[in-house]
Nanobody, 123 residues
Framework: QVQLVESGGGLVQPGGSLELSCAAS????????VGWFRQAPGKGREGVSY???????NYKDSVKGRFTISRDNAKNTVSLQMNSLKPEDTAIYYC?????????????????WGQGTQVTVAS
């Protein structure tokens, strides 16, 4: 079955860390760009970070220096390490693939999506 599955979400205190994982099955991620998006309650979905097929990456300004995206082609996964979490990072986080191999923050360019994982930052 061709799918993306996110994991690693949870409840964490402000200043804490979480690592999200996006695992692909039924296909290889090697030639895809992979993006992480999030949707906070009552808000639209926004791009957080993406990693291109060549390993180059980009981040939303508000997460630069706190989040790190990486890919492990051997494990067929893309991870999002989130440090110094803030309450405003609370959202459902989704990973998605762009078959062109070059990511953007425009979700219309992504054609496969995972089901999402909840991240809640609260004391």
């Amino acid at each position: 079955q061709v799918q993306l599955v996110e994991s690693g979400g949870g409840l964490v205190q402000p200043g804490g860390s979480l690592e999200l994982s996006c695992a692909a099955s039924g296909f290889t991620l090697d030639y895809y760009a992979v993006g992480w998006f999030r949707q906070a309650p009552g808000k639209g979905r926004e791009g957080v970070s993406y990693i291109n097929s060549d390993g180059t990456r980009n981040y939303k300004d508000s997460v630069k220096g706190r989040f790190t995206i990486s890919r492990d082609n051997a494990k067929n996964t893309v991870s999002l390490q989130m440090n110094s979490l803030k309450p405003e990072d609370t959202a459902i986080y989704y990973c998605a693939t762009d078959g062109s191999g070059w990511g953007t923050f425009a979700e219309v360019n992504y054609d496969m999506w995972g089901q999402g994982t909840q991240v809640t930052v609260a004391s």
